[in-house]
């Protein structure tokens, strides 16, 4: 296979299209043909890519393509599918791209070209979460057939289970899904990109980002929109990077000017404590020491662990506290105060955490309920069958005495007849009707 053929094999049909839009309105209808390839399409991401305009704006297309297959899944060239779809290999019985053993349906039926694109969109999915990059054909067609016998051994459903698993392994373990799980996750609650560090790989548009105010909380709508599911993306993305040796960014410059002096430590304020800053706030401003205070930002709950650590160490030392409050002038003491909305935001906070506290524990209370109840079932179902093998052995035991007894009375009438006979047998031997068997000298009769 040349270079020529292996490049329009592994690249998608979007790829093969001129930028051009001359190019673009000639093949306008064969786009129609298969541009609907794979699972559910996010329908806003293709009004965001649409709406490009310019070359660079096309590639950032094409990335999206080829690095987000939950909006598009990644497809070969029709031209070439169907190339690739009539060969077959001696080694391999299935051909590549085949899926009818699967849902058992002809190519003439109305779905078959759904279950077909599903069962394509789920075989590349895996393989991008799995992070496999061999593009020959063998490894594709070696690939299908133990995808094709994989779905058959163990279902449609337990492969969607997998697939799951792949995605969540793939999200936690690797910067590009957690910053691919952060966009599906700001996508399904209709917020901005909340992706921080690199540019996100599913934006068209990297503008429409979420602004700095999604972090630090400074908004209401901000704070009932972000789940809590969102601020441990955010916090595993930046532990991959810490892990990476990169630079984590913390969004726009301004929101470096929000106020940090408080009269007591803030989560913030706290975490730079325990990390060996200096106490001093206006040392420890990155305004002053040219450091980045964007690490500082943590989520709703109060930072990291090692944050919250270092803060209740801070706390189990209230004599320290008083004497740098009594070392400090008026003057800074008026500087720090804190305003109203800071604290009606920590009490809404810890409002909103005992709230789900509570709706966790009652969640946690039925699901032990419920596990009481199909145990006491279960127990019940044991006894009755228990109690019904007993009954059984009981009765087998019963036919088995009567058994016994039958038998001894039938041993019993057999010798008794045989007394009879050699009875009677003797006494017709002596009254001379039966004549005695003489007995030969050699023993015999």
Not at 61 to 87: F, G, H, I, Q, Y
Not at 253 to 262: I, L, N
Not at 386 to 406: F, K, N, Q
Not at 434 to 442: A, P
Request: one cysteine or more; glycine letters at 6%; aromatic letters at 6%.
């Amino acid at each position: 296979m040349d270079d020529a053929t292996r490049r329009s094999i592994f690249i998608s049909s979007d790829e093969l299209d001129e930028p051009s839009p001359k190019r673009r309105r000639s093949r306008s209808q064969d786009s129609g043909a298969h541009s609907g390839v794979g699972s559910p399409i996010d329908t806003t991401s293709q009004r965001g890519a649409s709406t490009s305009v310019g070359t660079s704006q096309e590639e950032r297309d094409r990335s999206v393509l080829r690095l987000a297959p939950e909006n598009k899944a990644w497809m070969p060239p029709k031209s070439v599918m169907d190339r690739l779809s009539a060969t077959t290999s001696d080694r391999y019985r299935t051909r590549l791209f085949d899926s009818s053993r699967i849902h058992h349906l002809d190519p003439s039926a109305k779905d078959y070209h759904t279950e077909n694109e599903f069962f394509i969109d789920a075989f590349f999915k895996h393989r991008w979460y799995s992070g496999n990059h061999k593009r020959d054909g063998p490894s594709l067609f070696q690939a299908w057939n133990a995808y094709i016998h994989n779905l058959e051994d163990v279902g449609r459903d337990a492969w969607n289970d997998k697939l799951i698993k792949a995605r969540d392994k793939f999200e936690k373990r690797t910067p590009t899904g957690a910053r691919y799980k952060l966009h599906r996750l700001s996508r399904k609650k209709g917020l901005p990109c909340l992706s921080w560090g690199d540019s996100c790989p599913c934006c068209v548009n990297n503008s429409a980002r979420a602004p700095k105010e999604a972090y630090l909380l400074t908004s209401p709508w901000w704070r009932v929109r972000v789940s809590t599911e969102m601020y441990e993306g955010i916090d595993n993305l930046k532990s991959l990077y810490d892990r990476a040796g990169k630079t984590f960014s913390g969004g726009p410059s301004a929101a470096q000017d929000v106020p940090r002096r408080t009269a007591q430590p803030d989560p913030v304020r706290r975490s730079s404590v325990g990390s060996g800053a200096p106490k001093n706030p206006r040392t420890g401003d990155s305004r002053a020491t040219g450091r980045d205070n964007s690490s500082d930002v943590r989520s709703r709950r109060g930072g990291s662990t090692a944050a919250q650590l270092d803060s209740a160490g801070h706390r189990e030392s209230p004599l320290m506290e008083v004497e740098e409050e009594e070392r400090r002038s008026p003057h800074d003491h008026v500087d720090r105060c804190v305003p109203e909305s800071f604290f009606d935001r920590v009490t809404q906070g810890l409002r909103d955490d005992l709230e789900h506290e509570r709706n966790r524990r009652l969640q946690m209370a039925d699901t032990a309920s419920k596990h009481r109840a199909e145990f006491a079932f279960a127990q019940l179902e044991n006894e009755r069958s228990l109690t019904s093998l007993r009954d059984e052995l009981r009765v087998a035991r019963g036919i088995a005495d009567r058994s016994r007894d039958e038998i001894a009375a039938l041993q019993t009438l057999v010798d008794a007849h045989h007394r009879e006979h050699k009875a009677l047998c003797e006494m017709l031997e002596r009254k001379g009707v039966l004549h005695r068997k003489k007995q030969h000298t050699d023993g015999t009769a």
